[in-house]
C-alpha cells in the first residue's frame, strides 16, 4: 500500500499505537496531505524547513535546534 491510500493511515495508526489526534504528519504532496486530513490526522504540508518549523511550533511541538 502507498500514500495516498486510506489503508497506509490506518496502518500508521495501528503501528504507532498512538491516537490520530496524537500523530502530526508531514508529506510535500498536498494528495498526501490531503488524504490523511480526510482520515483525521493533523498535516502539514512540507515546502521548506522554515515553514515546517513555524506549522510545527503552531501545532504545539517544540522545536530545540
Partial sequence: MIKPDPDFFELL???SGVKKSEIIFTDDRKENVDASNNFGIKSIQ???AEQLIKDLKT???KISR
Fill in 13 to 15: 495508526v495501528k503501528k
Fill in 46 to 48: 512540507f515546502l521548506n
Fill in 59 to 61: 501545532e504545539g511541538v
